[in-house]
């Protein structure tokens, strides 16, 4: 039997609406209540007792199941006749194609040309139609609408839905028998569009308003924490790409309401500390998560570093597990900076023989990571280097203590352009390049998409430098150096302008100045 669910407009719900909704949720024909881990080496590391609600176990790896269920679940014989729509590169587009073969409903999914073929199979496997369209989420956004309205379907969207957020929000029922404290309790929830947050932050403030509720977001995707300071919803320009889970542009209007009115606090999280996360998930569940993952336990132990949290029990809700394997490399790259475990520098020593001894041995014992180094008839070398840490804080140490035995030294280690390119391009010099102007780039990554990138840079600035990394991830990035004569500086401010790629202008990058020019 379906239930008639009162239709509600955004900002007329609230946590009783929230809690309501969860408790008459239709879950549980598709997803399982997952268990809580404990987590032995974390917890001893922060002094805290921390604990995981493992959505990663779900049957598709991802608590989005619960809402593309719930949601479907109660539409009408009507609606379940024609059929359902979505939108999405990922998780949610596993769940309703979950959803779909359970309930025997036809599904229609529009991804991005960009979605990986293991996303692709996997929905394909349950039955579900798969279109592929245009290079972005929101290129597949606007193609599902016009779907939608041709063939009439129902769209079940990623988040904004009341029905959709309450599935989400069975996750903080189930929360409450199986975490059973006397002492404060916080729980860290990723965000993205909003969804699972919503939901957990209503049904947890209608039945236990003690319990402390903070959002974690990527620092470059960050557009409910811009949304709650401003007062209304932001919508990002544009928004990072590594934790793609959550990367959101605009977050949703029920959504928004209902997280800006029950949420405590916030922490945002960089790319490091997502990739140090995964690491301690897996240290103690042997568990791979995706980024959008671990970005609870990111903040969750960003937020005992700030707060100096210490004899609490804290809940991290790690919401996926659907990682591309070759994304592991740059996670397993990333992961000894964010847990604050190695410094990357340039140091300055003397083009001469003995110099290099002579850098090692003011080093000490310290493990070294990595070293690159090209000769250069100068008086002065760079060197880029990487140094095992015992702690953290021991970075501000070596720098200093490096200056005071006369060393130059820059500290890359929250230099984003020395970690993805400038260590693979060290002694790449090319004093003959005059007029360099050096941009990063972000563009689709698909068959043929690195020639047509290529194809839209020829024209009438040369190419001078180009590096090219791929990252398992749906974005590839790219850092190119262009010759741009005085003068030309209108002509090619308007050519990126009309490029159609994603450019951050790099020329004033410590790195790219010390290494390549």
Not at 317 to 345: K, Y
Not at 449 to 465: D, V
Not at 497 to 511: E, I
Request: aromatic share 8%; net charge negative; hydrophobic share 45%.
């Amino acid at each position: 039997m379906v239930m008639q669910v009162r239709e509600f407009k955004p900002g007329e719900m609230d946590a009783m609406d929230v809690l309501r909704l969860a408790l008459t949720s239709k879950v549980y024909g598709a997803a399982i209540e997952t268990p809580v881990s404990e987590t032995p080496s974390l917890s001893a590391r922060l002094g805290n007792r921390v604990l995981l609600k493992r959505e990663d176990l779900q049957p598709i790896f991802s608590f989005k199941l619960r809402g593309a269920y719930n949601k479907m679940a109660q539409l009408t014989a009507e609606e379940r006749a024609r059929g359902v729509i979505c939108a999405s590169a990922g998780n949610h587009a596993q769940g309703v194609a979950f959803a779909a073969q359970k309930l025997g409903v036809r599904a229609v999914i529009v991804m991005p040309a960009t979605t990986p073929e293991i996303k692709v199979g996997a929905c394909r496997a349950r039955g579900a139609e798969v279109v592929l369209f245009g290079d972005s989420f929101s290129d597949a956004e606007a193609r599902a609408f016009e779907l939608q309205r041709e063939l009439g379907l129902t769209f079940v969207h990623p988040y904004d839905d009341p029905l959709v957020l309450a599935g989400q929000g069975t996750v903080a029922l189930e929360l409450l028998r199986q975490v059973e404290v006397d002492g404060p309790v916080t729980v860290f929830v990723p965000v993205g569009g909003g969804g699972l947050i919503a939901g957990v932050a209503g049904v947890l403030k209608a039945l236990r308003p003690d319990i402390r509720i903070v959002g974690v977001e990527p620092d470059d995707s960050d557009a409910m924490f811009q949304s709650v300071r401003a007062g209304e919803r932001v919508r990002l320009d544009s928004v990072g790409i590594f934790v793609d889970g959550v990367a959101v542009k605009q977050v949703g209007a029920f959504t928004f309401d209902l997280t800006r009115r029950y949420v405590d606090d916030w922490v945002r999280v960089n790319t490091d500390e997502v990739c140090a996360a995964i690491k301690d998930v897996f240290d103690d569940t042997r568990a791979v998560m995706e980024p959008a993952g671990a970005l609870a336990v990111a903040g969750l132990k960003k937020y005992v570093a700030e707060r100096g949290v210490r004899g609490e029990t804290l809940v991290g809700l790690t919401c996926g597990a659907n990682v591309n394997f070759d994304r592991l490399r740059h996670v397993a790259e990333r992961a000894e900076v964010g847990e604050q475990r190695e410094a990357i520098l340039a140091v300055t020593i003397p083009e001469r023989p003995g110099a290099y001894r002579e850098f090692m041995e003011a080093l000490g014992a310290r493990a070294i990571t990595e070293f690159n180094y090209r000769f250069a008839p100068r008086e002065e070398a760079q060197i880029f280097v990487g140094v095992q840490l015992a702690r953290a804080g021991q970075r501000a140490e070596l720098v200093a203590g490096l200056v005071g035995l006369g060393y130059a030294v820059t500290d890359l280690t929250e230099d984003e352009l020395a970690k993805v390119h400038v260590r693979h391009m060290v002694g790449g010099r090319a004093p003959e390049a005059t007029d360099e102007r050096v941009y990063s780039f972000t563009f689709p990554e698909r068959p043929g998409a690195l020639l047509e990138f290529l194809t839209h840079l020829h024209g009438r600035w040369n190419i001078s430098l180009f590096h090219y990394r791929n990252h398992g991830s749906a974005h590839g990035r790219v850092l190119a150096g262009l010759q741009v004569p005085a003068g030309d500086e209108a002509a090619f401010a308007a050519f990126l302008a009309g490029l159609g790629y994603p450019a951050v202008d790099m020329t004033a990058n410590p790195a790219y100045r010390l290494f390549l020019t």
